[in-house]
T-cell receptor, first 110, second 112 residues
Framework: ELKVEQNPLFLSMQEGKNYTIYCNYSTTSDRLYWYRQDPGKSLESLFV?????AVKQEGRLMASLDTKARLSTLHITAAVHDLSATYFCAVDPNTDKLIFGTGTRLQVFP | DAGVIQSPRHEVTEMGQEVTLRCKPISGHDYLFWYRQTMMRGLELLIYFNNNVPIDDSGMPEDRFSAKMPNASFSTLKIQPSEPRDSAVYFCASSFLGWGYTFGSGTRLTVV
């Protein structure tokens, strides 16, 4: 059974600081997704990573994928309050369905 | 495109009642997924369809849960009878060829 683990589960960081969220998964996969969820809202797609070594960036967020290590990272640069949300990674174990990680709740404070 | 449309947005029902959640996927998408989100268990995949056919229902928690997709533009998730532990947010999502999953706004179900 595919397991997708994220750490940390909760992250409180000061504005302007950098930090990384980690996503480990237990089986082979060609696709890894990152989503953002604001409280009481739906899931918003951030990135799709399709191959080993893939790196994507949007604003202060950068995601990368290492398929050999079965690891993806979401790096936050110079955090701002607007980035406060819960971030999920999700893995497609080559079966066209997404299995989600536990989520990382990010709070950015002044 | 209006995106994935779910109804109702909120549902409060009494234990033992039947509950039906509805989903309209994005036009042209061939996959439809039902997820449940709770604080304790996170986001769980309940069932998914491909071209209206159920492919994997291993996540459906009990026989009280059933899902149908009578056509490409409509799906239902039914709970009968409902129990307080079914309280959660239920999301529907759709994708095309297994790419680009788009989620609906969710239905917040409360069973009292």
């Amino acid at each position: 059974e595919l397991k997708v683990e994220q750490n940390p589960l909760f992250l409180s960081m000061q504005e302007g600081k950098n930090y990384t969220i980690y996503c480990n998964y237990s089986t082979t996969s060609d696709r890894l997704y990152w989503y953002r969820q604001d409280p009481g809202k739906s899931l918003e797609s951030l990135f799709v990573l399709l191959s080993n070594g893939a790196v994507k960036q949007e604003g202060r967020l950068m995601a990368s994928l290492d398929t050999k290590a079965r690891l993806s990272t979401l790096h936050i640069t110079a955090a701002v309050h607007d980035l406060s949300a819960t971030y999920f990674c999700a893995v497609d174990p080559n079966t066209d369905k997404l299995i989600f990680g536990t989520g990382t709740r990010l709070q950015v404070f002044p | 495109d209006a995106g994935v449309i779910q109804s109702p947005r909120h549902e409060v029902t009494e234990m033992g009642q039947e509950v039906t959640l509805r989903c309209k996927p994005i036009s042209g998408h061939d996959y439809l997924f039902w997820y449940r989100q709770t604080m304790m268990r996170g986001l769980e995949l309940l069932i998914y369809f491909n071209n209206n056919v159920p492919i994997d229902d291993s996540g459906m928690p009990e026989d009280r849960f059933s899902a149908k997709m009578p056509n490409a533009s409509f799906s239902t998730l039914k709970i009968q009878p409902s129990e307080p532990r079914d309280s959660a947010v239920y999301f529907c999502a759709s994708s095309f060829l297994g790419w680009g999953y788009t989620f609906g706004s969710g239905t917040r179900l409360t069973v009292v």
